[in-house]
């Protein structure tokens, strides 16, 4: 049962917006094998459980850019009739308590499972990204270090500069 939804096909229906990792309504919809309509009707009938913070529905700027990116149905051709909902990872997990089948739960887990490894490969990034920079800064050092050496070496390997000879014998002009 672990692998009724692969992770892959999950990962591709997780987006971002609104600096927020998200699913569509439809995307959920067809992972639980229900209908948009009907899972959206179960929300709104539980709107209390889903704060702003755990969905939000999509404005039409936010649409139009997603219809560009990976082709939505315009509307009016077949497409949607109302801007989609999006729901955050909390948003995910609070479905599991209003829709009662085991596909549901068993979905759930699977969604679950693919944000806390999204969430750990951010995490291994950001600790890449930081001794990443680290090493830059260190190398940035010793290139100015590196540099003071050379000019060291250079003033070393230059000839002395040449000092006026002094005459041998007596001079009568001083």
Do not use: C
């Amino acid at each position: 049962m672990r692998d009724l939804v692969p992770q892959g096909v999950i990962e591709k229906k997780i987006i971002v917006i609104r600096g927020h990792k998200v699913m569509l309504d439809s995307d959920l919809a067809e992972l639980y094998g229900v209908k948009t309509f009907n899972l959206n009707k179960t929300v709104k009938r539980n709107i209390e459980r889903f704060p702003k913070d755990f969905m939000f529905q999509m404005s039409r700027e936010e649409f139009d850019s997603l219809i560009f990116q990976i082709g939505i149905s315009k509307i009016g051709r077949g497409g949607r009739r109302h801007l989609p909902y999006v729901f955050t990872e909390q948003g995910v997990a609070m479905l599991s308590s209003v829709l009662n089948s085991g596909r549901a739960i068993q979905v759930n887990i699977a969604i679950m499972r693919v944000f806390v490894k999204l969430k750990e490969m951010l995490l291994a990034h950001k600790e890449l990204a930081h001794k990443l920079a680290e090493l830059e800064r260190k190398t940035e050092k010793h290139d100015v270090e590196i540099q003071g050496i050379f000019e060291a070496i250079r003033q070393l390997m230059a000839p002395p500069p040449e000092l006026p000879k002094r005459r041998i014998g007596f001079h009568g002009d001083a």
